[in-house]
């Protein structure tokens, strides 16, 4: 099978690349620059001019749409978030634009969302795919983000919607953030310690978003989010463990996180249920169940 798989460089982008050519498929990245790939061809886009490199789209069957600025690697500025917004919106309306004039079209567009579409609730609150959106400057970028999916739905392909969690790596991520301070000794609960990080392992991330690849009965959105959601409090005690780290320090006020990060820091002070029933009913199975499992996997120093 011909993958064409956008956000190439990204974390969760690198590991479906790995898991995919493993599998024998023809994998093709979009990139905003050319570079030698070990397992895919790159081929250049350019969103603000509308480019992508003629033969990317050749033969392809399915589209995974990953491309996106990181919403927590800069202070959200107006234009930090202008870049966070118009990476999602202007790349999707250009994926769109192209492939309509395919003849012939992939027959599957699976289009990065997040967890974030649903807003802040009340931290015992359980989110399912039927939960209207939030109202929150997160919650408007993935609607939209959603809404230019929609609109490649139009055009005859399947369309699967993952709405992202927390993603657990080794090669960077919010976990990577997490365990720096307790691998030098600082690390604390943020804020209350009760919001809810609702976690994915990456490898089951991955195999997922196979999973929809795979199956034809799988479209719209889905929660990708592993079992067992787990708060701010339980996972840095998970990570410390893992570590051999002690947990010394109170927890961080949530004044001075907004202090320090501004509009931000809503993303690690708030934070509730997201149920994963939908994924699990579709027939995929998760190989972590635990956070702690999961943690242990990625940061244990034996």
């Known amino acids: ?128 795919e039927e939960d209207t959106t939030g109202t929150d400057f997160l919650a408007e970028v993935t609607l939209d983000w959603e809404k230019e999916a929609d609109k490649i739905a139009d055009l005859g392909m399947r369309l699967v919607k993952p709405r992202i969690g927390m993603v657990l790596s080794d090669r960077g991520g919010a976990l990577q953030k997490m365990a720096q301070p307790v691998r030098m000794l600082v690390g604390a609960p943020l804020g209350s310690g009760r919001q809810i990080c609702n976690w994915i392992h990456v490898d089951d991330l991955v195999h997922m978003m196979e999973h929809f690849m795979l199956d034809p009965k799988t479209s719209g959105a889905y929660n990708a989010v592993g079992p067992n959601p787990i708060t701010n409090a339980h996972l840095t005690e998970v990570i410390a463990k893992a570590m051999r780290r002690p947990l010394w320090l109170p927890n961080v006020p949530a004044f001075v996180l907004k202090w320090i990060l501004g509009e931000m820091s809503i993303i690690v002070l708030e934070g509730h249920h997201v149920s994963n029933q939908k994924v699990l009913d579709s027939g995929f199975s998760f190989k972590y169940q635990q956070a702690d499992q999961a943690v242990e996997d990625i940061l244990s120093i034996g």
């Open 1 to 128: 099978m011909t993958i064409l798989i956008t956000g190439g460089t990204g974390l969760v982008a690198s590991h479906l690349t790995a898991l995919l050519a493993s599998k024998g498929h023809t994998v093709r990245l979009l990139s905003r620059t050319r570079f030698q790939h070990l397992s895919a061809e790159v081929f250049e886009w350019d969103i603000k001019k509308g480019y992508i490199e003629t033969g990317a789209f050749d033969d392809v069957e399915v589209v995974f749409h990953l491309a996106g600025a990181g919403v927590a690697d800069k202070k959200w500025s107006a234009n930090r978030k202008k870049v966070i917004y118009d990476s999602r919106i202007q790349s999707t309306r250009l994926l769109h634009q192209k492939m309509a004039d395919l003849t012939q079209k992939p027959k599957a567009f699976i289009c990065a969302s997040a967890i974030g579409y649903y807003g802040y609730r009340d931290f015992d609150h359980w989110s399912t």
